[in-house]
């Protein structure tokens, strides 16, 4: 396990730069066995010596690349893949372990509404990267269009929005694509108005 400040989510790309000890002997385990491990955000307290505390439901990282360099440092390329939730915390011996169950979405929700709240992300979201881009922020391009599938769309959609860890965790935690586009329009409303406020406010 892998307890972070920044949360990991389904189909993005996670670049960590490894020196810590333990998590020296974790990726080593890891390309032992079978390339994967789990990623949770930290919820209060700092991971580095431990005592911290971590939210109950994160994300499987499976490793695409790695380098070791000459001082016992690593550099990986991880990519989200399946949500979990954590049953029971291991001892950290020699680094953070726990027991995991999967989390499977809601099975109901791949009809027409999610479709069309799909859409209405995807619309909302290039207003606000437009928007961002108008106020001088670093932002992706505001043409921008998110994958097919809504339960893809969804996390696209949430890598790409302009919002914080405890947010992000949020849509991780939804139970189903719906509620999480629905949550992801609620947010993208609300970044919306404020940079709109912000744009008048200097005209």
């Known amino acids: 396990m892998f307890p972070l400040g920044t949360v990991l989510l389904p ?18 385990d890891v390309l032992a066995g079978d390339g994967e491990f789990g990623v949770v955000l930290i919820e209060r307290g700092q991971e580095v010596g431990g005592g911290d505390t971590r939210f109950p439901v994160g994300t499987v990282a499976r490793v695409m690349q790695t380098a070791e360099l000459p001082d016992g440092r690593w550099l990986v390329d991880a990519v989200g ?18 027991l995991v169950e999967p989390v499977e979405d809601e099975p109901d929700d791949t009809g027409p509404e999610a479709g069309q709240r799909r859409s ?32 893809v769309a969804a996390f696209e959609a949430a890598l790409l929005s302009p919002i914080g860890p405890m947010d992000a ?5 939804a139970p189903g694509t719906l509620a999480r586009l629905t949550l992801l329009e609620d947010f993208l409303e609300d970044a919306r108005d404020v940079l709109s406020r912000r744009i008048s406010e200097t005209d």
């Not at 189909?11 to 080593?28: C, D, G, S, T, V």
């Not at 979990?84 to 953070?96: C, N, S, T």
């Not at 965790?169 to 935690?173: D, F």
């Open 11 to 28: 189909h993005a790309h996670l670049p960590l730069h490894i020196f810590e000890p333990r998590y020296r002997a974790l990726i080593k």
């Open 81 to 98: 893949t399946d949500r979990f939730r954590v049953a029971e915390w291991l001892p950290e011996d020699p680094y953070p372990q726990a």
């Open 120 to 151: 209405a992300v995807e619309r909302l979201l290039r207003q606000v990267l437009a928007l961002q881009v108008e106020l001088g922020f670093p932002a992706p391009s505001a043409v921008r269009t998110l994958d097919e599938e809504p339960a």
């Open 169 to 173: 965790q949020k849509v991780l935690e």
